[in-house]
């Protein structure tokens, strides 16, 4: 090049270079260098701007440098074409390997790209994976955390029920010694005093004077209502075998049973109550209550029932009923008993002595006794038939009042033979 004058950019190779240039900065907004999650993929800028530079050197040869106007550029350049064509012949090879080195640098950058895009796509499949992968640890710990929680609370459960069934067994045992010291205290009691008092002769119940079934529809309830009432005691005798309701009356607790599942019998002495039971297919025998127990073999029941029975007996029968109960059940045997509560004002008042064939009154503490001393285990008393169903008045009286004096109208006291 004359004078050190710079050659002004052909037009040819300056348009390729620009086409390179957009060519390239479409593959990097299409193909970016970096994979989703911030991983760097290989760089292939350097190498583009390589290939762009040898494209642009390659298009270069054989074209000949503007000049400036005039006689001598026009001789300058036609030697220059001359000398181009010339030489032609020598510089052909070296052209075509020029191109081919060209070539093969594009295909090594489309190949290059491709393998950054496969990258790509298996680094996004992989932390897909991984993240499913998370929260399937996630789900299988917390399902074992919450297997292990309960697997804990229910072996924690099954000791507090085991360590509750032993405790039950001392407590029987203890009060099954309990009781037998007690009755050798009194047998000695008994011979070191041989000035005895006489026994009371047993007194026998007359025939009442009203009509029962009227009585008890009139002031004890339906059956439906005596039904929903009874239906307490049911948890205590679904896993009984022999069971015996005396004086079962028109037999509701003999229909829960059945309706339950659970076999029983029942006696009653009135023959109206009798014929009510024997209509609604419930095994009942007409015989009084003592007369029952007394024929039956000892330890031969599992549960007594007895509703609104004791309270018509004269009060020297009431333990000796008890006594009978307990040597007729099996060890462990439950006797249930439900009588007026006394406590309860409004019983007193006027419920107990509403039914002339009431005795007397029995209190809980009372009955407690005699379950002691018939050698029963296990006592509970319930308070039953709040009085504030039947006097809604008394629901303005202060609590502690109200349960004291107008709680349950009736209570049931429950025991099991040591």
């Known amino acids: 090049m004359a004078n050190g004058e710079t050659p002004?950019?052909?037009?040819?190779?300056?348009?390729?270079?620009?086409?390179?240039?957009?060519?390239?900065?479409?593959?990097?907004?299409?193909?970016?260098?970096?994979?989703?999650?911030g991983v760097?993929?290989?760089?292939?800028?350097?190498?583009?701007?390589?290939?762009?530079?040898?494209?642009?050197?390659?298009?270069?040869?054989?074209?000949?440098?503007?000049?400036?106007?005039?006689?001598?550029?026009?001789?300058?350049?036609?030697?220059?074409?001359?000398?181009?064509?010339?030489?032609?012949?020598?510089?052909?090879?070296?052209?075509?390997?020029?191109?081919?080195?060209?070539?093969?640098?594009?295909?090594?950058?489309?190949?290059?790209?491709?393998?950054?895009?496969?990258?790509a796509e298996l680094h996004g499949?992989?932390?897909?994976?991984?993240?499913?992968?998370?929260?399937?640890?996630?789900?299988?710990?917390?399902?074992?955390?919450?297997?292990?929680?309960?697997?804990?609370?229910?072996?924690?459960?099954?000791?507090?029920?085991?360590?509750?069934?032993?405790?039950?067994?001392?407590?029987?045992?203890?009060?099954r010694l309990i009781h037998s010291e007690l009755r050798l205290l009194r047998q000695r009691a008994a011979r070191l005093d041989p000035v005895a008092p006489p026994a009371a002769p047993a007194v026998q119940a007359s025939e009442p004077p009203v009509d029962p079934l009227a009585f008890a529809l009139r002031f004890r309830g339906s059956e439906e209502e005596i039904r929903r009432r009874q239906a307490f005691y049911l948890p205590y005798f679904r896993r009984a075998g022999q069971i015996l309701d005396l004086a079962c009356g028109r037999g509701e607790f003999l229909e829960l049973l059945r309706e339950a599942g659970v076999n029983a019998r029942g006696v009653d002495l009135d023959p109206a109550c009798v014929e009510i039971c024997r209509a609604k297919g419930l095994d009942v025998e007409q015989r009084g209550a003592f007369d029952c127990l007394e024929q039956l073999p000892p330890s031969t029941l599992d549960a007594i029932f007895c509703s609104h029975f004791v309270e018509h007996l004269p009060a020297a029968q009431v333990p000796k009923l008890i006594r009978l109960a307990s040597?007729?059940?099996?060890?462990?045997?439950?006797?249930?008993?439900?009588?007026?509560?006394?406590?309860?004002?409004?019983?007193?008042?006027?419920?107990?002595?509403?039914?002339?064939?009431?005795?007397?009154?029995?209190?809980?503490?009372?009955?407690?006794?005699?379950?002691?001393?018939?050698?029963?285990?296990?006592?509970?008393?319930?308070?039953?038939?709040?009085?504030?169903?039947?006097?809604?008045?008394?629901a303005a009286l202060p609590d502690a009042f109200r349960d004291a004096f107008?709680?349950?109208?009736?209570?049931?006291i429950l025991g099991r033979r040591l």
Request: net charge negative.
């Open 8 to 37: 002004p950019p052909d037009p040819t190779a300056q348009e390729l270079i620009e086409l390179a240039r957009e060519i390239r900065e479409r593959v990097r907004s299409r193909h970016p260098t970096h994979a989703p999650g």
């Open 40 to 119: 760097a993929l290989p760089d292939l800028m350097p190498l583009l701007h390589a290939r762009d530079a040898a494209e642009g050197k390659v298009a270069s040869i054989g074209t000949v440098n503007p000049r400036p106007p005039g006689a001598l550029n026009s001789l300058i350049q036609l030697l220059k074409r001359l000398a181009a064509r010339l030489l032609d012949w020598h510089v052909r090879e070296q052209v075509e390997f020029n191109r081919s080195v060209v070539r093969a640098l594009s295909a090594t950058l489309e190949a290059l790209d491709e393998n950054n895009r496969a990258l």
């Open 125 to 175: 499949v992989l932390q897909q994976r991984l993240a499913q992968l998370e929260i399937s640890f996630r789900d299988l710990t917390r399902r074992q955390h919450e297997e292990f929680r309960l697997s804990a609370e229910r072996s924690a459960l099954e000791i507090q029920q085991r360590l509750w069934q032993d405790l039950e067994k001392v407590r029987i045992e203890f009060e």
């Open 327 to 394: 040597s007729r059940l099996v060890p462990g045997g439950l006797l249930a008993v439900e009588t007026p509560n006394p406590q309860c004002l409004a019983t007193l008042a006027a419920a107990f002595y509403a039914d002339p064939t009431h005795q007397r009154p029995l209190p809980a503490p009372l009955l407690r006794f005699y379950f002691e001393e018939a050698g029963f285990g296990g006592i509970e008393v319930h308070p039953l038939s709040p009085a504030s169903e039947v006097y809604p008045e008394l």
């Open 406 to 412: 107008f709680g349950g109208m009736d209570y049931a």
